[in-house]
């Protein structure tokens, strides 16, 4: 069963880190990008970042560049996503997607989605 599981979500202060991970089970990432979405309540779902499949190109939005990294070990079939310098707006429900070798920032491109893991910013 092809399964992407998210990890690491929880509540921290603002100006704190988290690093979420997004690993697949049942096939390899070697040939997908990986994207990470949130949503926050009320909102639409937006895109975060994304990696290719071999992770020589990546992309941020311009509301979480310079704070949030994205990187990947194929080795262990994970990518993840160091979150610095949080601030409340970053709240929301973070979700990886997994599309063939290359990033879209098309939703809709992306054929394996996992559950998400709840990111809270607050004090």
């Known amino acids: 069963q092809l399964q992407l599981v998210e990890s690491g979500g929880g509540l921290v202060q603002p100006g704190g880190s988290l690093r979420l991970s997004c690993a697949a089970s049942g096939f390899t990432l070697d040939y997908y990008a990986i994207g990470w979405f949130r949503q926050a309540p009320g909102k639409e779902r937006e895109g975060v970042s994304c990696i290719s499949n071999n992770g020589g190109r990546s992309n941020y939005a311009d509301s979480v560049k310079g704070r949030f990294t994205i990187s990947r070990d194929n080795t262990k079939n994970t990518v993840y996503l160091q979150l610095n310098n949080l601030k409340p707006e970053d709240t929301g429900f973070y979700y990886c997607?997994?599309?063939?070798?290359?990033?879209?920032?098309?939703?809709?491109?992306?054929?394996?989605w996992g559950q998400g893991t709840q990111v809270t910013v607050s004090s």
């Open positions: 997607a997994a599309r063939s070798y290359i990033c879209s920032v098309y939703q809709g491109a992306y054929n394996y």
